[in-house]
């Protein structure tokens, strides 16, 4: 009995909900029987749909969608911001990698220097009759290997400023003086004189070069010339780089 009291009862209360939304003529009652239970006319058991909620609801998802496409737009733009500035820093790495690289070499042929006397015993060289490479055999100092001494030739390794030195003597003779000449790739730089007729005398001279890789210097002995030397080095051959360029 309460059960068959209810259910009516539901249904007047659904259908007065949605008597907005129906029009006037809809919430007319069928007429029923005595032992039939009133029901309003055209009621369905489902709530109609309102279109104008669909369309606000099409109308912020339309919002949100372009908001995100914004926001998908800005995080691309902020990603290929990153991957350029990845591939900047990238390349300033193997810059800096390439110079420790250069930097670590230079600094490898940064230590050039060398000094090196004509022999270690009493010997006298000279005279020759033509201009004679002068080869000093008896190494003091070779950084850097520079320094040849079977050839008596200095090769550069590595393109700079470098200063030679060249010292000599031998005992006075009237005929012959002592006399030996700095040479750079064939060409005579400068070179150290001295002429007396008895007695020990010496001379020296020097003087800073630009060489390219590979240029080679040495001291030459004048033609008719003589120098001497024993453990007391007399006579030396010195150079050393100054700075590369």
């Not at 009652?29 to 039939?36: A, V």
């Not at 709530?47 to 606000?56: E, M």
């Not at 005579?188 to 590979?214: D, K, W």
Request: some cysteine; proline content about 4%; glycine content about 6%.
């Amino acid at each position: 009995m309460e059960m068959t009291m209810f259910f009516p009862l539901l249904l007047l209360i659904c259908s007065r909900s949605t008597a907005q939304l129906q029009p006037e003529s809809d919430n007319e009652l069928t007429p029923l029987g005595d032992n039939q239970v009133r029901q309003p006319a055209n009621v369905s058991l489902h709530q109609p749909t309102c279109p104008q909620d669909i369309h606000a609801v099409l109308r912020e998802m339309s919002g949100l969608l372009a908001e995100q496409r914004v926001e998908l737009r800005h995080l691309q733009q902020e990603n290929d911001e990153q991957a350029g500035e990845l591939t900047a820093i990238k390349a300033r790495t193997n810059v800096t990698e390439n110079q420790v690289e250069a930097l670590r070499r230079e600094t490898g042929v940064k230590r050039v220097a060398f000094t090196a006397a004509l022999t270690s015993s009493s010997t006298t060289i000279g005279p020759f009759n033509t201009f004679t490479t002068l080869v000093f055999r008896h190494v003091i100092t070779n950084i850097g290997n520079a320094y040849n001494t079977n050839t008596g030739l200095f090769i550069a390794p590595v393109k700079g400023a470098y200063h030679f030195e060249l010292y000599i003597g031998a005992h006075g003779d009237p005929s012959h003086p002592s006399a030996a000449i700095l040479v750079r790739n064939g060409h005579n730089i400068c070179i150290a004189y001295e002429h007396q007729p008895s007695h020990f005398g010496s001379s020296a001279n020097g003087a800073t070069l630009l060489l390219e890789v590979g240029d080679v210097v040495f001291l030459r002995l004048w033609a008719r010339s003589r120098v001497f030397d024993n453990e007391h080095n007399h006579c030396t051959f010195s150079g050393h780089l100054l700075f590369t360029m």
